[in-house]
């Protein structure tokens, strides 16, 4: 009487297993059986249909299904293609995933971008998106900076604004620098109509705007005594900033996400270096001597 182990099992791996057609009664006996015994029978290779099971498998499973193939004597191994070939067969999770949050990204951003043209689905808005634009702009933030700085009748506020323009000019650096390594192309439907850019501005990643955004309302809030509702106003122009660079269609969203996280992390640099009469007194002293 055979034991209830050798039922579920089936008959072992290399007998002549390859003869019993999968579905046919004999082998559909016994639920449980009839599906290991179809996979005994594609492991190998004995089955055309199991063929075709093969070609639709996962390019994971079709990888593993190499060494099993050879194990029984009698069926001709296929060839086994190089290594690289098989990594090609086998994308990472991380590949995966990665590319899900692209086209997730794409689809989010042509979604959002209702002001690419005037004749968008919100066109009309478009002139006040780009006001916003200007407002986070880098040349009025630059020229508006050095010139606080010169008018400025007190040290703390010209140290103050002197690392302003520290983190001005170190954001532009590294957006420039990034820009250049990622080339990310901006959105097809973008029109390219920007007020003042250099060439590393036809790249969309990431966002300057964002960066800046992010950094100067950190800046302000840490360093301006600003009454509640003003904070809250400052926040409000970095997100609606950030927003309207997807909604003009420069950006996808990941530019501006990435930019926000570039921007927040750049004042935390700008903290650490501060410039003080302590740690570079040239910089003050020279300012002095005017
Ligand atoms: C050259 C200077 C001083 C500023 C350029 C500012 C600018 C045009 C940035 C691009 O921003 P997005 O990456 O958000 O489009």
Known sequence: MPSPRRTIEGRPLGSSGGSSVPGSPAHGAGG??????????????????CARLRASDSPVHRRGSFPLASAGPAQAAPALPPEEDRMNLNPSFLGIA???????????SKKLGVCAGESSAWGSV??????????GHGIPWLLGTL?????????????????????LLLDLLMVAVIKGLVRRRRPAHNQMDMFF???????????????????????ILKHLVLAIPLRVLVVLWAFVLGLSRVMLGRHNV???????????MLYSIVDYCWLSPHNVPVLFVLWNHQ
């Open 126 to 135: 478009r002139p006040l998106m780009k006001l916003l634009e200007i407002s």
């Open 254 to 264: 990941t530019d501006v996400a990435f930019g926000f996280f570039l921007g927040y």
């Open 197 to 219: 850019t250099v060439s590393v501005d036809k790249y969309s990643f990431p966002s300057g705007h964002a960066t800046r955004a992010a950094l100067v309302s950190r800046f």
């Open 98 to 108: 990665l590319r899900s949050l692209l086209a997730i990204d794409l689809w989010l």
């Open 147 to 167: 010139y606080c700085m010169l008018r400025s009748d007190s040290w703390a506020g010209r140290e103050v604004l002197m690392n302003l323009l520290f983190a």
């Open 32 to 49: 449980g059986r009839f599906e290991f015994q179809s996979l005994l029978s594609c492991r190998a290779g004995a089955d055309p249909a």
